[in-house]
């Protein structure tokens, strides 16, 4: 549950930390693309009812990328948005600040899974009250093509992610991915999984702020690892089709499910960076159904929760 009396926040050591992290990741990014980030910086009036200011950054067209977003913002509002407040009435009324970094990678290769990750930190404060604050995040892989030694290695990084927080930490925090990145009108999983937590604040602040460095900081070797082991894999129009259908699923999850994106557009966020995560290219078709034994029907195998490690 969110905490209010231990060890107090340090909010300046958090937006630090997030901006460097976006930085190293673009970099990174960039130098394995060819293609420079377009960042596009932005502030909020104050006088707005959702106040801040942060950076949208986006590479498009590129050699590696179709589209990657990787955004960092810091926003302060009134009144918490029904999205946050929902499951802690208690909260209702008070006034938050909330930043973040968030990500969504979407590769030109199919047989390159997309990726999402987000590290983000929430405080809920009141006059003459102790702020209460947490820490959510977490990362998780969509492949189009599953890889098996490329999930383990991908879930390896998460565990090992979370091993300095206790070894209880990555069966809790996988199992809370698997449950929330779950398609209920499909019955499916959105991927294979990885890490998801949220109200997180155990063991108070420097414990809490130190498993949100862990999860940032473990992020890129783990997916550069599978990049570079995909990204020369050749693929034709069968790949292309397949992986713009499932794209599709991921765009219905975003749009029907996900917290982050209702938490933005209710509390008046900047639509065009709340939505940065939407693929340039989706594809639906009524009642797709892929060919038995092929490839691509082997995917439905892993669209369930299951041990990988």
Same mark, same amino acid.
């Given at each position: 549950?969110?905490?209010?009396?231990? &060890?107090?926040?340090d909010?300046?050591a958090?937006?630090?930390?997030?901006?460097? =992290?976006?930085?190293?990741i $673009?970099d990174a990014?960039?130098?394995?693309?060819?293609?420079?980030?377009a960042?596009?910086?932005w502030?909020k009036?104050? &006088?707005?009812? !959702?106040?801040? *200011?942060?950076?949208t950054?986006?590479?498009?067209?590129g050699? #590696?990328?179709e @589209?990657a977003?990787?955004g960092f913002? +810091? /926003?302060?509002?009134?009144?918490?948005?029904?999205?946050?407040?929902?499951?802690?009435?208690?909260l209702?009324?008070?006034?938050?600040?909330?930043?973040?970094?968030?990500?969504?990678?979407?590769?030109? *290769?199919?047989?390159?899974?997309?990726?999402?990750? *987000?590290v983000?930190?929430? =405080?809920?404060?009141?006059?003459g009250?102790?702020? /209460?604050?947490?820490?959510?995040?977490?990362?998780d +892989?969509?492949?189009?093509? /599953?890889?098996e030694?490329?999930?383990?290695s991908w879930?390896?990084?998460?565990?090992?992610a $979370?091993?300095?927080?206790g070894?209880a /930490?990555?069966? @809790? #925090?996988?199992?809370? $991915?698997?449950?929330?990145?779950y398609?209920?009108h499909?019955?499916?999983?959105?991927?294979?999984?990885?890490?998801?937590?949220?109200d997180?604040s155990?063991?108070?602040?420097?414990?809490s702020?130190?498993?949100?460095?862990?999860?940032?900081?473990a992020?890129l070797?783990?997916? !550069?690892?599978?990049?570079? @082991?995909?990204?020369?894999t050749?693929?034709?129009e069968?790949?292309r089709?397949?992986?713009?259908m499932? @794209?599709?699923?991921?765009?219905?999850?975003?749009?029907v499910?996900?917290r982050?994106t209702?938490?933005?557009l209710?509390?008046?966020?900047?639509t065009e960076?709340?939505l940065?995560?939407?693929?340039?290219?989706?594809?639906?078709?009524?009642?797709?159904q892929?060919?038995?034994?092929?490839?691509?029907?082997?995917?439905?195998?892993? =669209?369930k929760?299951?041990?990988w490690?």
């Amino acid at each position: 549950m969110p905490s209010s009396t231990q &060890d107090s926040p340090d909010a300046a050591a958090v937006e630090t930390y997030l901006r460097d =992290l976006q930085t190293r990741i $673009c970099d990174a990014l960039s130098a394995a693309d060819g293609k420079s980030f377009a960042a596009d910086q932005w502030r909020k009036p104050d &006088d707005a009812p !959702l106040r801040g *200011n942060g950076i949208t950054r986006i590479l498009e067209g590129g050699a #590696l990328f179709e @589209r990657a977003g990787v955004g960092f913002s +810091l /926003v302060a509002g009134d009144q918490l948005p029904p999205s946050a407040s929902a499951q802690r009435p208690e909260l209702a009324g008070r006034s938050f600040r909330a930043m973040g970094v968030s990500l969504v990678l979407h590769p030109r *290769n199919p047989y390159i899974p997309t990726v999402h990750m *987000n590290v983000r930190m929430f =405080l809920a404060e009141k006059p003459g009250g102790e702020p /209460v604050w947490w820490f959510g995040g977490g990362f998780d +892989l969509t492949p189009y093509y /599953v890889f098996e030694d490329d999930a383990r290695s991908w879930h390896a990084a998460a565990r090992d992610a $979370c091993a300095p927080s206790g070894a209880a /930490v990555y069966p @809790r #925090l996988k199992k809370h $991915c698997d449950d929330y990145f779950y398609l209920k009108h499909r019955n499916e999983t959105r991927g294979i999984g990885g890490l998801f937590f949220d109200d997180w604040s155990e063991g108070g602040f420097d414990a809490s702020f130190a498993l949100q460095r862990q999860v940032g900081d473990a992020f890129l070797p783990a997916y !550069l690892a599978i990049v570079g @082991r995909r990204r020369d894999t050749p693929y034709g129009e069968r790949e292309r089709h397949w992986q713009l259908m499932r @794209r599709g699923r991921y765009v219905e999850f975003n749009l029907v499910f996900d917290r982050g994106t209702l938490f933005g557009l209710q509390s008046g966020g900047r639509t065009e960076s709340i939505l940065m995560s939407m693929p340039p290219l989706a594809s639906w078709q009524y009642d797709h159904q892929p060919e038995a034994g092929s490839a691509e029907a082997q995917l439905a195998r892993y =669209l369930k929760p299951r041990e990988w490690l």
